[in-house]
Nanobody, 125 residues
Framework: QVQLVESGGGLVQAGGSLRLSCLAS????????MGWFRQAPGKAREFVAA????????YYTDSVKGRFTISRDNAKLTVYLEMNSLQPEDTAVYYC??????????????????WGQGTQVTVSS
């Protein structure tokens, strides 16, 4: 069983930056692809970014390309989401998730097996 705990959310002005962290428990974190998703009020949860177990492959939704960077430190059991040039439309609860299927990296919510509790990101205009 993997447990995920997000941190780093908060209130920031448009154009600002935040770095989210997701700390995982469990000895085989390094085998899992990891993803970041977000959910705004009244909207479905959507894919933001994903990273392969080694960190060699990363994927982003179009709206965050060039602004957000996903990375991981397997020794620290942590995945990060660096968010720059934040805009009000980035306001949402951000969740990290783990996919236990070895070698797979997807953008689809239903393929991820473990989820954190979420951290709120609010961007004011």
């Amino acid at each position: 069983q993997v447990q995920l705990v997000e941190s780093g959310g908060g209130l920031v002005q448009a154009g600002g930056s935040l770095r989210l962290s997701c700390l995982a428990s469990g000895p085989i974190f390094s085998n899992y692809a990891m993803g970041w998703f977000r959910q705004a009020p009244g909207k479905a949860r959507e894919f933001v970014a994903a990273i392969s177990w080694s960190g060699s492959r990363t994927y982003y939704t179009d709206s965050v390309k060039g602004r957000f960077t996903i990375s991981r430190d397997n020794a620290k059991l942590t995945v990060y989401l660096e968010m720059n040039s934040l805009q009000p439309e980035d306001t949402a609860v951000y969740y990290c998730a783990a996919d236990q299927v070895l070698g797979r990296v997807t953008t689809m919510t239903y393929t991820y097996d473990y989820w954190g509790q979420g951290t709120q990101v609010t961007v004011s205009s």
